[in-house]
């Protein structure tokens, strides 16, 4: 099976460069072939492939800036998409399969329709039983009697007022009626942005370099687009260290797959000793990626604008699950709310219910777009310095996916194996099995620099800085 163009200004690849501010001309480096699927309703193959050549078109773009000028040849294969994007439910250590979701973590039905729990993490879980009057040993069944008996927008205001994470499934035209949902019409997939002068123009480190060798990136991320985002950073030569929150917990699993290349370490930073080795960190960072709920760090010093003013020359980026605008701006989230919330999720369900993508879908699109703004930055940064902005939203992903992006024809192939995909390696956590990056250009590298360790396990600094 060959490669072949097919990046008309209509097909997702174009308008998800266009969005980046990318040449169009440079859509001629970018070559597909096709060979797995993500078998829905919604384009979500289109979705996964687009996002996965941008970011590799991206990358490829900054190698020739930062090199002999000639940019590579992109290769985007289906099968290495289609693994990639399943790569949080393929991962194994020693043989074991991740958990992925809790039980209360699901769709129930209520009185009047639908709503989507999450409740991985364990706070999460206290606080939905804590707003469902429930004790904290509540399983499924008590949780399904209370939870039938009230309207679907009351569980979700009562959840979410607790701390919580619920919403209720709606469909695309109720969604579209919502103030979030008309809030978050009409913007752009992701914006690049330019938020100050100051700062130096990044210097070449010759062509048989990684694109990203040399940088620093902070990685203030979570589960799951803010970690793919990164752990992509260290696949192109980024020093990538994960800073965490002692008091959050984090899934070991999550981190087993997404913390592929990076180094991870836990700080506090109400304390004034982690406090002081976070800034030490961050006055040699070159790129910061934040994860968090908006205004949740900025506290600390971290809004854009901060970072700009303390640190001239930084690229940051940040992600939310709502957006950035409207009503629900302040709201956590996570991939299966928003896709509950925006209409996929009725999209893609039957008779008897809601349903789900294949993959979190939009977990890893935005990934993978989060790491091509970041990588666009830096080449903006190569050409003519200054503080750069990156920003997207799971919600922004959600409406290209049910709006302008067009489904192609089924391009499965009945040879499609994930293990041809798939790699193991002794780590720090035992065997582990992960995914291949689905990202690369002509050259480029073809797997992480190091495994996936222990995660919160690393020392806080920057190998090799001076004090």
């Given at each position: 099976?060959?490669?072949?163009?097919?990046?008309?200004?209509?097909?997702?690849?174009?308008?998800?460069?266009?969005?980046?501010?990318?040449?169009?001309?440079?859509?001629?480096?970018?070559?597909?072939?096709?060979?797995?699927?993500?078998?829905?309703?919604?384009?979500?193959?289109?979705?996964?492939?687009?996002?996965?050549?941008?970011?590799?078109?991206?990358?490829?773009?900054?190698?020739?800036?930062?090199?002999?000028?000639?940019?590579?040849?992109?290769?985007?294969?289906?099968?290495?998409?289609?693994?990639?994007?399943?790569?949080?439910?393929?991962?194994?250590?020693?043989?074991?399969?991740?958990?992925?979701?809790?039980?209360?973590?699901?769709?129930?039905?209520?009185?009047?329709?639908?709503?989507?729990?999450?409740?991985?993490?364990?706070?999460?879980?206290?606080?939905?039983?804590?707003?469902?009057?429930?004790?904290?040993?509540?399983?499924?069944?008590?949780?399904?009697?209370?939870?039938?008996?009230?309207?679907?927008?009351?569980?979700?205001?009562?959840?979410?007022?607790?701390?919580?994470?619920?919403?209720?499934?709606?469909?695309?035209?109720?969604?579209?009626?919502?103030?979030?949902?008309?809030?978050?019409?009409?913007?752009?997939?992701?914006?690049?942005?330019?938020?100050?002068?100051?700062?130096?123009?990044?210097?070449?480190?010759?062509?048989?370099?990684?694109?990203?060798?040399?940088?620093?990136?902070?990685?203030?991320?979570?589960?799951?687009?803010?970690?793919?985002?990164?752990?992509?950073?260290?696949?192109?030569?980024?020093?990538?260290?994960?800073?965490?929150?002692?008091?959050?917990?984090?899934?070991?699993?999550?981190?087993?797959?997404?913390?592929?290349?990076?180094?991870?370490?836990?700080?506090?930073?109400?304390?004034?000793?982690?406090?002081?080795?976070?800034?030490?960190?961050?006055?040699?960072?070159?790129?910061?990626?934040?994860?968090?709920?908006?205004?949740?760090?900025?506290?600390?010093?971290?809004?854009?604008?901060?970072?700009?003013?303390?640190?001239?020359?930084?690229?940051?980026?940040?992600?939310?699950?709502?957006g950035r605008y409207g009503p629900w701006a302040a709201r956590r989230?996570?991939?299966?709310?928003?896709?509950?919330?925006?209409?996929?999720?009725?999209?893609?369900?039957?008779?008897?219910?809601?349903?789900?993508?294949?993959?979190?879908?939009?977990?890893?699109?935005?990934?993978?777009?989060?790491?091509?703004?970041?990588?666009?930055?830096?080449?903006?940064?190569?050409?003519?310095?200054?503080?750069?902005?990156?920003?997207?939203?799971?919600?922004?992903?959600?409406?290209?996916?049910?709006?302008?992006?067009?489904?192609?024809?089924?391009?499965?192939?009945?040879?499609?194996?994930?293990?041809?995909?798939?790699?193991?390696?002794?780590?720090?956590?035992?065997?582990?099995?992960?995914?291949?990056?689905?990202?690369?250009?002509?050259?480029?590298?073809?797997?992480?620099?190091?495994?996936?360790?222990?995660?919160?396990?690393?020392?806080?600094?920057?190998?090799?800085?001076?004090?």
């Open positions: 099976m060959t490669y072949s163009s097919s990046d008309s200004p209509a097909s997702g690849t174009a308008q998800a460069w266009a969005a980046l501010g990318g040449d169009p001309a440079l859509l001629d480096r970018v070559a597909h072939r096709g060979g797995g699927s993500l078998p829905a309703r919604l384009p979500v193959m289109e979705l996964a492939r687009a996002t996965v050549a941008v970011c590799s078109l991206a990358a490829a773009e900054l190698t020739a800036r930062r090199g002999d000028g000639v940019v590579p040849a992109v290769r985007v294969d289906d099968g290495a998409v289609t693994t990639a994007f399943r790569s949080d439910r393929l991962v194994r250590v020693d043989g074991v399969a991740p958990t992925t979701f809790a039980p209360l973590s699901r769709f129930w039905r209520t009185a009047d329709g639908w709503v989507r729990t999450h409740a991985n993490y364990p706070h999460h879980r206290a606080r939905l039983l804590n707003a469902l009057s429930l004790p904290p040993d509540a399983g499924v069944e008590a949780a399904a009697e209370t939870i039938g008996a009230c309207r679907a927008l009351d569980v979700e205001e009562n959840v979410y007022a607790a701390g919580g994470l619920a919403v209720a499934v709606r469909d695309r035209d109720t969604w579209a009626r919502h103030p979030q949902g008309a809030a978050a019409a009409g913007r752009p997939l992701l914006s690049v942005e330019r938020l100050g002068d100051d700062g130096p123009a990044r210097t070449a480190h010759g062509p048989a370099s990684p694109p990203c060798a040399g940088l620093r990136v902070l990685d203030l991320t979570r589960v799951l687009a803010g970690p793919i985002a990164t752990r992509t950073l260290a696949l192109l030569g980024a020093d990538v260290l994960r800073v965490d929150a002692p008091h959050l917990p984090e899934s070991q699993d999550v981190h087993s797959d997404t913390g592929s290349g990076k180094r991870s370490t836990l700080l506090d930073l109400t304390t004034a000793g982690d406090r002081k080795t976070f800034e030490e960190l961050l006055a040699l960072a070159d790129v910061v990626v934040t994860g968090y709920r908006p205004g949740a760090l900025d506290r600390f010093g971290l809004s854009p604008e901060a970072l700009a003013e303390r640190r001239p020359g930084l690229v940051v980026a940040r992600l939310s699950a709502w989230g996570f991939d299966s709310l928003v896709q509950a919330a925006t209409g996929i999720a009725v999209t893609e369900g039957e008779d008897d219910g809601p349903g789900a993508l294949p993959t979190q879908a939009l977990d890893h699109g935005t990934g993978y777009l989060l790491a091509a703004g970041v990588l666009r930055a830096l080449t903006g940064q190569h050409d003519a310095g200054g503080t750069r902005l990156v920003e997207t939203a799971l919600t922004q992903t959600a409406s290209w996916l049910t709006g302008s992006l067009v489904k192609q024809p089924d391009t499965r192939s009945p040879a499609y194996d994930a293990e041809r995909w798939l790699t193991e390696c002794d780590s720090p956590v035992g065997r582990l099995r992960h995914a291949l990056p689905a990202v690369g250009y002509e050259g480029g590298p073809a797997d992480w620099a190091r495994p996936a360790g222990m995660w919160g396990t690393d020392t806080p600094s920057w190998p090799g800085a001076t004090a």
